[in-house]
């Protein structure tokens, strides 16, 4: 599990690759959170916002990695267009209910993440992707 999640918005791919080894802070506007697989949380959240399956996501290579490893490094990777689109776009509200579904999910698998702080984290996100849209800009997630 990562110790360290920032989301960030980027103009495109090369600009974000550019945070990999110091992480977007300095550069880039960015939310820090922590103790959560955002990969995993990414395509969770895609699945409820979009109605598409997981393994569809996976079998599409989804998160799609921008720089980095796949085993102990730092890595950066893009939200989808999709899953961007659908944050920009949804009312708190159901900004609201996914985030409690989302804590249900983890919590199934072991993963406790408390529904109000989920719904921080996906308010905060759908926040700064309409803010990156604005300034035509992608959504991007540092891992370290």
Known sequence: M?????FFAAP???SAALVLQTGPRRAFESLS??????????IEWECLFAG????QLVEAEEPRL????DDDGCAVFAISPRLSAALAETERSELKDAAVAWSFQRAEDGEVIDPQIAEVILSDLA???S???RRGQN????VA
């Open 12 to 14: 495109d791919d090369a």
């Open 131 to 133: 803010s990156a849209r």
């Open 66 to 69: 921008v720089a980095g490893q």
């Open 2 to 6: 990562s110790i360290i999640v920032e």
């Open 52 to 55: 598409v399956s997981f393994e």
């Open 33 to 42: 959170f922590g103790n959560f697989d955002p990969e995993e949380a990414v």
């Open 127 to 129: 926040a700064l992707v």
């Open 139 to 142: 959504v991007y997630c540092w």
